[in-house]
C-alpha cells in the first residue's frame, strides 16, 4: 500500500510539474531574463544529476567504475558519436572495468 | 528572483517591438531560418527516443531488484514517465524510506520538467486542448530534440517522433526489464547503473555551448557534490539548480561591456529609468538572443 501512495503521488505530482511549464502564459516568456533562466535551468539540473548518479552512492560519495564509464562516455561525445554508442559505451567500460576489478 | 524587479512596462515594450499581440512569441518565430528535411529530424528524434527507449530496461531490473511488483513498476513507467525521478523514487522505497519522503525527492527531480515546458511551449506553440497530453511527454531528452530544431514544423515533428518512440519503448523495455531481472541477477556487474549519468551527460553536452553553460554546469556539479552527504536524497540536485541565478547575476556584474546579461542587469537596476531608454535595451537583447540561438540551432 505504501508503495501504491508513493506511486501516485509522484505521478501526479512529476504530471503537474510537466502541465505547469506548458501553462505559463507566454508574456512571462518574453522577458528575456526568464528566457535565459529557462534555458540556463537544464544545464544546472542536467550537469548535477550526472554528477550524483557518477559519484553518489546514496548519501556518501564515491570513485567507482562508474566513473570510468562516464569518462568513456566523455570521449565518445567529444568523437560525436551517437546517442546509443555513448550509453553504450558507459555501460561496456564501467561492466569492463568492475569485471577486471 | 531578480526578474521580479523588472520593470513592468519590459512586456509591453517587447509586445510593440515584436509587432504582434502580448501574448505571441514572435521573436522566435522561426521562418526565416534554412529548413531541415523532415527525414532528418525523424531521424535525429529516433536516434535518441531508441537510445533513451532501450535504457527502460536498465529501470525495470532496477525496480524488480528493489522488490517492487511487476504492477507497480509498469505503472511507474507509464504514469511518471521521467527516468531521473522513476530512479529516485525507486531508490528511496528500497532503503526504506516512507512513501512520502520518497515521493518527495522524486517529485523535486520532476520540477526540471516545468522548466523545460516553459521553453517548449514557445518552440511548439501548441494548441490548449493539446496541451494536458503534450504534457507527460515533456521531459529531458524530448526538450533536448525539440531545442535542437531550426524550424517549429521541425520542432513539432522532433518532440512527437522522439515523445511516441520513447514513451513505447520505455514502457515496453521496463516490462522486459521487470521480468528479466531474475534471470541477470546483480544489475551492476553489467554496468547498467552506468546507463543512467550517460544519458544526462549526452543530453547536457550539446547546451554547453558557451562559458555561462559551462560555469553554471560546473558550479552545478560542485553544489551537488557538496550538499550530497549533508541532505536528503533529491534536494542536492533541485538546489544546484540554484547555479543558474547565481551565474546569471555575476554574469551581469562582472560585464560593464555590451553583453546582453550586463545589459539586462542594467535595464533591470535602472527601474527608474525612462521607459524609452528600458525599451531600447529589451530590443538588443532580443536581437542578440534571437543571433545566438540561430548560431546554435544551425550547429
Known amino acids: ?101 | 528572483m531578480a526578474e521580479q524587479t523588472a520593470p513592468p512596462e519590459s512586456i509591453g515594450a517587447t509586445g510593440v517591438l515584436s509587432a504582434g499581440p502580448p501574448g505571441a512569441v514572435a521573436p522566435d518565430a522561426p521562418p526565416q531560418r534554412p529548413d531541415k528535411p523532415d527525414a532528418a529530424v525523424v531521424r535525429d528524434a529516433l536516434g535518441v527516443g531508441i537510445a533513451v527507449g532501450l535504457s527502460g530496461f536498465a529501470f525495470g531490473v532496477t525496480a524488480a531488484g528493489s522488490g517492487l511488483s511487476l504492477l507497480q513498476i509498469c505503472a511507474l513507467s507509464l504514469l511518471v514517465f521521467t527516468g531521473a525521478s522513476q530512479f529516485a523514487l525507486v531508490g528511496a522505497l528500497a532503503a526504506g524510506g516512507n512513501p512520502y519522503t520518497a515521493a518527495a525527492g522524486a517529485f523535486f527531480l520532476g520540477v526540471r520538467n516545468a522548466f523545460y515546458g516553459l521553453r517548449l511551449s514557445q518552440l511548439l506553440a501548441l494548441p490548449r486542448a493539446v496541451r494536458p497530453f503534450a504534457a507527460h511527454w515533456v521531459i529531458d531528452e524530448t526538450t533536448a530534440v525539440t531545442v535542437a530544431q531550426p524550424t517549429r514544423r521541425a520542432a513539432r515533428i522532433g518532440f512527437t517522433v522522439t515523445g511516441l518512440t520513447l514513451y513505447v519503448l520505455w514502457n515496453l523495455t521496463t516490462l522486459v526489464g521487470a521480468m528479466g531481472a531474475e534471470a541477470l541477477g546483480d544489475t551492476d556487474v553489467w554496468g547498467l547503473d552506468a546507463a543512467s549519468p550517460a544519458v544526462f551527460l549526452a543530453l547536457l553536452a550539446p547546451m554547453l555551448k558557451s562559458t555561462t553553460e559551462r560555469v553554471t554546469a560546473a558550479l552545478a556539479v560542485l553544489l551537488a557534490l557538496t550538499l550530497l552527504p549533508v541532505l536528503p536524497a533529491g534536494v542536492p540536485v533541485l538546489l544546484s539548480a540554484l547555479a543558474a541565478p547565481v551565474v546569471l547575476f555575476l554574469m551581469g556584474r562582472r560585464k560593464k561591456g555590451p553583453g546582453a546579461a550586463a545589459q539586462e542587469e542594467r535595464a533591470i537596476q535602472k527601474d527608474t529609468a525612462a521607459q524609452k531608454k528600458a525599451t531600447e535595451k529589451t530590443a538588443t537583447t532580443e536581437k542578440k538572443e534571437t543571433t545566438e540561438k540561430k548560431g546554435g540551432r544551425d550547429s
Open chain 1, 1 to 101: 500500500m505504501n508503495v501504491w501512495i508513493a506511486i501516485g503521488l509522484t505521478a501526479a505530482g512529476c504530471y503537474l510539474a510537466k502541465y505547469a511549464g506548458l501553462l505559463v502564459p507566454a508574456g512571462v516568456l518574453e522577458r528575456p531574463l526568464v528566457r535565459r533562466m529557462a534555458t540556463l535551468l537544464p544545464v544546472a539540473l542536467l550537469a548535477a544529476l550526472t554528477a550524483q548518479q557518477t559519484f553518489g552512492d546514496g548519501q556518501h560519495l564515491v570513485l567507482d567504475a562508474r566513473a570510468a564509464g562516464l569518462a568513456a562516455a566523455a570521449f565518445a561525445l567529444v568523437l560525436r558519436a551517437p546517442f546509443l554508442v555513448v550509453v553504450g559505451a558507459a555501460v561496456a567500460v564501467t561492466a569492463g572495468v568492475r569485471a577486471l576489478g
